[in-house]
């Protein structure tokens, strides 16, 4: 476990994502990210900002290497 305090975006601005309603259920911890804008999800004109979609693409990759490895 990474050891960070759980914290939900407030749902005024981001809504309720499905997998609140999974933990909420079943417990444990779930991890949502995704490229920047947040505020830009979910709306009629959404886009992402490039230099973040690489960033999340580097946090999956490495994520999944360390597992990889195991």
Do not use: C
Request: no cysteine; glycine share 8%; net charge positive.
């Amino acid at each position: 476990m990474s050891g960070l305090p759980i914290k939900y975006q407030d749902i005024n601005t981001s809504g309720f994502y499905e997998v609140q309603m999974l933990q909420e259920k079943w417990g444990g911890n779930i991890v949502i990210f995704g490229p920047k804008p947040s505020s830009m999800s979910h709306t009629a004109n959404k886009y992402v900002n490039l230099p973040s979609l690489r960033k999340v693409q580097k946090t999956i990759d490495n994520f999944l290497s360390k597992f990889a490895n195991s």
